[in-house]
């Protein structure tokens, strides 16, 4: 089983019975910050403030924030180097995309993914089946480019994020300019949800309540 709690925007905590992450931190951008959260694994796909909040988690968790392939308490983590804009990062820089293994799954977040992904990038990534990918454009990619993304990697459970909310203190696109490409969606009343076996049956877009 797998744990998901959204905290608004690109911040996650994802657990099983041995082992818990979180992935981009954010400061003060208008969602309330956590308190005395913890994690073992802190995942920080670039360092913008409202994704590198370190300070922000506490249990002195391992920092993974720079390329490579790792493996900790038993997690397998494989990052891919991306670009935050669509003119190799001339504008914001590199992104990393953070692939791990919980319970058996393969779970990928984008981070601010700023560009299609090249076929090679595809092939490379393989298999996935939870996507964590942004939809608001402006500073990442838009609706569409997320949609195209999700064809190409077929996730089972797509979970958008960095997108607009009454919380939010800058302006994005709405999620709904994404989920019109779908016909399965799953709207939680909870910040947070548990996975299952029967969870992967099909594929579903899950839109979380940060709150």
């Known amino acids: 089983m797998i744990n998901i709690e959204w905290f608004g925007h ?25 308190q005395n959260l913890s994690a073992d694994i802190l995942l ?16 002195d ?8 392939k790792y493996k900790v308490k038993g997690v397998p983590i494989e990052t ?3 670009w935050h804009d669509e003119e190799k990062g001339k504008q914001r820089g590199q992104n990393l995309l953070m692939k791990f ?7 990928l977040h984008c981070g601010d993914l700023g560009h299609m992904l090249s076929d090679e990038l595809i092939t490379k ?4 089946d939870v996507l964590f990918i942004p939809v608001g454009g402006k500073f990442t990619i838009d609706a569409k480019t997320g949609y195209k993304i999700c064809q190409r990697l077929q996730p089972k459970l797509i979970f958008p ?10 302006e ?40």
């Not at 293994?101 to 393969?106: I, M, Q, R, T, W």
């Not at 990534?125 to 996935?128: L, Q, R, V």
């Open 125 to 128: 990534i393989g298999k996935i």
């Open 172 to 211: 994005l696109d709405e999620v709904d300019n994404f989920t019109q490409y779908f016909q399965n969606i799953v709207r939680t009343k909870s910040k947070k949800i548990k996975l299952r076996e029967e969870d992967f049956s099909e594929q579903r877009i899950v839109l979380m309540n940060y709150e």
């Open 101 to 107: 293994e919980l319970a058996g799954k393969k779970l």
């Open 161 to 170: 994020m960095h997108y607009n909310t009454k919380a939010l203190d800058f």
């Open 61 to 68: 968790p391992k920092l993974i924030a720079v390329d490579g």
């Open 44 to 59: 920080v796909t670039h360092p913008h403030h409202d994704h590198s909040n370190i300070s922000l988690i506490k249990g």
């Open 10 to 34: 690109s911040m996650w905590k994802i657990w099983d019975e041995s082992v818990s992450i979180v992935i981009d931190p954010f400061g003060d951008i208008g969602y309330d910050m956590p």
């Open 80 to 82: 891919f180097p991306v």
